[in-house]
């Protein structure tokens, strides 16, 4: 009779363990950000290869290079795919380890931007990093 009851205690104890861890993953499971990119902010850096989705249902890629011409409101940026055009506004966030302005924005300097890419080719940008090394992954 004990060995009965041992084995029903460790029986129940076993079922209820893998119930709990069952449930427990399921839960996790359902609080997992989509990591196809859906899920993310525009401006949010995203793991190797990942990409945004802006509001009109196109893909950002962010690109990293080297800005090799500028005016008040576009860059040439230098990357691994060539020269891009990137066009910004006063609504367009540039990072820094510090709060970054159009001034930061100079010709030698690292960047990634994000942004949409219009018919015409530019990068319609929504954000650009300054001091972007880091970012030439990509």
């Given at each position: 009779?004990?060995?009965?009851?041992?084995?029903?205690?460790?029986?129940?104890?076993?079922?209820?363990?893998?119930?709990?861890?069952?449930?427990?993953?399921?839960?996790?499971?359902?609080?997992?950000?989509?990591?196809?990119?859906?899920?993310?902010?525009d401006g949010v850096n995203r793991p190797n290869g990942m990409q945004a989705r802006s509001d009109n249902g196109q893909f950002n890629r962010p690109i990293a290079g080297e800005i090799i011409n500028g005016d008040d409101n576009?860059?040439?940026?230098?990357?691994?795919?060539?020269?891009?055009?990137?066009?910004?506004?006063?609504?367009?966030?540039?990072?820094?380890?510090?709060?970054?302005?159009?001034?930061?924005?100079?010709?030698?300097?690292?960047?990634?931007?994000?942004?949409?890419?219009?018919?015409?080719?530019?990068?319609?940008?929504?954000?650009?990093?300054?001091?972007?090394?880091?970012?030439?992954?990509?």
């Amino acid at each position: 009779m004990m060995k009965k009851n041992i084995l029903l205690i460790f029986t129940s104890v076993i079922i209820v363990g893998t119930l709990a861890f069952v449930g427990g993953m399921q839960y996790q499971k359902s609080k997992l950000t989509n990591v196809s990119g859906r899920n993310f902010p525009d401006g949010v850096n995203r793991p190797n290869g990942m990409q945004a989705r802006s509001d009109n249902g196109q893909f950002n890629r962010p690109i990293a290079g080297e800005i090799i011409n500028g005016d008040d409101n576009t860059l040439t940026v230098k990357s691994e795919d060539g020269n891009n055009i990137v066009v910004f506004s006063d609504s367009t966030v540039i990072n820094k380890t510090s709060q970054g302005s159009k001034d930061d924005l100079a010709v030698g300097e690292s960047v990634m931007v994000i942004g949409t890419k219009a018919d015409s080719g530019t990068i319609n940008a929504t954000s650009i990093s300054v001091g972007a090394s880091s970012f030439r992954d990509f």
